[in-house]
């Protein structure tokens, strides 16, 4: 399979991806204002994946930006769209460890 | 419950404005959130930041927006714009944060200036041309109704402007597309329309680890909020394309100078 047609299908799950954001929120929305006790936990649960898979789609796009233009020569673009990616994982990950949070993983 | 519904329909004036004119809903979205809702800040920007991600994730997936979206331009300058967060990052320990938001307004008054001197200027070539570079396009022009091509300009000066738009989104905790969208408009020779959709491309990405921040520092704590601000967002960028495709470039541009203004305004006289 073709990095140009790993693009394609990546781009259309993210299509889908978007579409199951908005139903999580949505539902999770309804829900959070229609249910009390346990069951409030489950909206507060949709809510939160809904905004984890929103956050994560720019990063998966990027991604899709560079299987797209490998097949192109030169890879410039490709080599700008992996410093990107690049940049977004030490920066999120420097993020991560600035706030302690593997060290409150491992305390607990 | 009036608060969600009253965040929902914030959200979709600031998607529509972000789809429309690339900018992240931020400036409008966190005032709205701090001021009239007394949302703590901290609290503001970590929804806002979320519902900027919604805006680019609905330009750079849907139809609409991929018609106009330039993504080989939105990748180079996205390592500027990184590099300057980054860098912003680090800055933000020497500036004050007064001389901070005066340079920001300077620079959103000066800009604004600009546009409206260039008011009628069009970024766009004769059909007809057959190189457009590696970072130009052609797009079919809502205008004219005709496909035109475009060539990127000046593109040092783009890769300056993205560099100090990631600054300014660390120093200032506001996204860069009010300096990237009219720098790309009216000095690199990239059509209104373009120019926004790409700079929405671009501010998801600069958002995408400042949410992570804001959330593992504790700020993102108000999930329904949050999610009334994106399902808002994501209806108003529909409807910002919607619109975007029926008003005038040279409306676009006045609606963008005034945004400008109004910024520059809030951050000399009202901070």
Same mark, same amino acid.
């Given at each position: 399979m073709s990095t140009i047609t790993i693009a394609a299908r990546l781009r259309s799950s993210l299509r889908i991806a978007l579409a199951a954001t908005s139903a999580c929120l949505g539902m999770g929305l309804v829900m959070w204002f229609l249910v009390s006790g346990p069951a409030q936990a489950v909206a507060t649960a949709m809510i939160w994946a809904g905004l984890a898979l929103l956050v994560l789609i720019p990063a998966l796009n990027v991604v899709a930006v560079l299987l797209d233009e490998w097949?192109? /020569?030169? /890879?410039a673009f490709a080599w700008a769209a992996a410093g990107v990616l690049l940049l977004l994982v030490v920066s999120t990950a420097y993020k991560i460890w600035k706030s302690g949070f593997f060290l409150g993983a491992v305390r607990l | 419950m009036l608060t969600t519904l009253f965040v929902m329909l914030a959200g979709v004036g600031a998607g529509s404005l972000g789809a429309m !004119? *690339?900018?992240?809903g931020g400036i409008f979205l966190v005032p709205l959130l +701090?001021?009239? !809702?007394?949302?703590?800040i901290d609290k503001a920007m970590a929804i806002s930041l979320v519902t900027v991600i919604a805006t680019s994730n609905f330009v750079s997936l849907s139809s609409a927006g991929r018609k106009y979206a330039n993504a080989r331009l939105a990748m180079v300058l996205q390592v500027a714009a990184a590099v300057g967060a980054l860098s912003g990052l680090w800055i933000l320990n020497y500036v004050d944060e007064r001389a901070r938001e005066l340079i920001f307004a300077g620079t959103a008054l000066l800009v604004a200036i600009v546009m409206i001197a260039r008011? +009628?200027?069009? +970024?766009v070539l004769d059909p007809s041309v057959t190189d457009v570079g590696l970072l130009g396009g052609r797009v079919e022009d809502p205008d004219t109704g005709r496909l035109v091509a475009y060539r990127l300009k000046r593109l040092p000066f783009g890769l300056s402007v993205t560099f100090v738009a990631g600054i300014i989104s660390s120093l200032a *905790?506001?996204?860069g597309g009010v300096l990237v969208v009219p720098a790309l408009n009216s000095w690199? *020779?990239?059509?209104m329309r373009v120019a926004a959709a790409t700079s929405a491309v671009i501010l998801g990405v600069t958002a995408m680890p400042a949410v992570i921040d804001y959330y593992l520092r504790g700020h993102l704590t108000m999930p329904a909020l949050a999610a009334a601000a994106v399902l808002g967002v994501l209806a108003g960028s529909r409807a910002g394309f919607w619109i975007s495709s029926r008003v005038s470039v040279r409306a676009l541009k006045i609606l963008m100078a005034v945004i400008l203004a109004g910024v520059a305004a809030e951050y000399f006289f009202f901070k």
């Open positions: 097949s192109t /020569r030169p /890879r | !004119l *690339g900018l992240g +701090n001021i009239v !809702l007394g949302i703590p008011l +009628n200027a069009r +970024n *905790g506001v996204g690199c *020779g990239i059509p």
